[in-house]
């Protein structure tokens, strides 16, 4: 079969880096092109020396129309107004989008399922690891057995991060919600301060933190009478990710036009095809 043509997407950033770093590693893939942003002090830098590796020949580019011809698939970790904009364009080019942007709106979502039902085959998932996609089903079995127990998301993420809660947390509040066949919408707690009375039960609460360097650790607490499961996830190194981002562009090449998560890519899809 014919290399997998990606375009990377947010070349310049932490994510950009990673993914330029797992797909030179790669066999059956070769990057066309990298994007960052107009006015980016990227721009016209090569790829590779920017991920810390030896020149590639591929300079970061700010425009899709100059990146785009002869490009199967785009990696895109940038910002969720970008990852909106990228995904109109699939449907519109055919291109595959893996989508790893977190802090999407409700409107942002829609519109991207919009653009999948318009034809783009898209993987999106706030968490591209192995280890999270299989945490998601533990939590979900685990807020089903356990269902008085009390649930609370703990995460913490480097200082630099700019949406709360995570994408990632929010996929695992996803997978206890169906574990409770709630709405993850209507039993979320996502702030406390002050005088907040007892706390009500049913909820799923998150807390955030933020600091240092830290790549992403994620805890599912279930707190029952007299004991606690702890169920977690700690990521050391962005090369989880990228790798399953392309992992996913690789598998999304035979499948049809669509909505997809990690869960699919990985065979482990029960209900988790809401999971974002
Ligand atoms: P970052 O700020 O280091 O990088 C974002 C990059 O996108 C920057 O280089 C920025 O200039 C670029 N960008 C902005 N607008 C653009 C445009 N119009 N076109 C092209 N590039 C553009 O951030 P990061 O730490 O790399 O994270 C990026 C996103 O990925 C965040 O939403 C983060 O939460 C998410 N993330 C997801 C996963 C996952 O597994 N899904 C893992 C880690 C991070």
């Not at 990377?8 to 942003?37: C, E, Q, S």
């Not at 004991?227 to 989880?240: F, K, P, T, V």
């Not at 997809?260 to 209900?271: C, F, K, R």
């Amino acid at each position: 079969m014919a290399e997998l043509r990606v375009i990377i997407a947010g070349a310049g950033g932490r994510m950009g880096a990673a993914n330029i770093r797992a797909l030179v590693n790669h066999p059956g893939v070769v990057l066309h092109a990298a994007l960052d942003r107009p006015g980016s002090s990227v721009l016209g830098r090569d790829a590779g020396t920017l991920a810390g590796l030896e020149a590639l020949g591929v300079p970061v580019v700010d425009s899709l129309d100059t990146a785009l011809p002869g490009a199967d698939a785009i990696i895109d970790f940038t910002a969720p107004a970008v990852s909106v904009t990228l995904a109109q364009r699939a449907a519109d080019t055919g291109l595959i989008h893996v989508i790893g942007t977190t802090g999407c709106t409700p409107e942002d979502d829609a519109a991207i399922a919009a653009a999948a039902k318009a034809g783009a085959r898209i993987v999106k998932s706030g968490n591209f690891s192995l280890g999270m996609a299989v945490l998601s089903n533990l939590v979900e079995q685990a807020a089903a057995a356990l269902a008085d127990y009390d649930i609370e998301i703990v995460e913490m993420h480097h200082s630099r991060k700019v949406d709360a809660p995570s994408g990632s947390a929010l996929i695992l509040g996803e997978a206890a919600a169906r574990g409770r066949a709630v709405s993850l919408e209507e039993k979320s707690v996502r702030v406390r301060d002050g005088h907040t009375g007892p706390r009500e039960a049913g909820t799923i609460g998150f807390a955030t933190l933020r600091g240092g360097t830290v790549v992403g650790d994620h805890s599912v607490i279930f707190a029952g009478p007299g004991e606690r499961l702890e169920l977690g996830h700690r990521a050391e190194d962005r090369s989880i990710f990228a790798n399953g981002a392309l992992r996913s562009a690789l598998w999304a090449r035979d499948q049809a036009p669509g909505l997809y998560t990690i869960a699919d890519v990985l065979g482990l899809t029960q209900s988790s095809r809401t999971s974002s």
